[in-house]
């Protein structure tokens, strides 16, 4: 059973900081290449970073570039995205992918909500 399930959302006041975990299981961690997406309401889902199976190479959306990090723990099956001086237009629900080959899984997401 493939499962991808992220965690680490909540509500932050603009300028904080919050990273989520995604925890991978059922898969070969390490064979897969890792992102990050993001969808607010009435928005359609934006692509924010990505990760090579190794950690070796990582991209970012221009709009979270220098304040957004991802990373990976191959030993712990897990893709993490660190966010800093949060906006409010960073609002949505996060979601983790994973891709290798022809194979593609989601987890559901979690909320992260910038307000103060």
């Known amino acids: 059973q493939v499962q991808l399930v992220e965690s680490g959302g909540g509500l932050v006041q603009p300028g904080g900081s919050l990273r989520l975990s995604c925890a991978a299981s059922?898969?070969?961690?390490?064979?897969?290449?890792m992102h990050w997406y993001r969808q607010a309401p009435g928005k359609e889902r934006e692509w924010v970073a990505f990760?090579?199976?190794?950690?070796?190479?990582?991209n970012y959306a221009d709009s979270v570039k220098g304040r957004f990090t991802i990373s990976r723990d191959n030993a712990k099956n897990t893709v993490y995205l660190q966010m800093n001086s949060l906006k409010p237009e960073d609002t949505a629900v996060y979601s983790c992918?994973?891709?290798?080959?022809?194979?593609?899984?989601w987890g559901k997401g979690t909320l992260v909500t910038v307000s103060s």
């Open positions: 992918n994973a891709r290798w080959r022809l194979m593609n899984y």
């Open positions: 059922g898969f070969t961690f390490s064979n897969y290449a």
């Open positions: 990760i090579t199976s190794q950690g070796g190479v990582t």
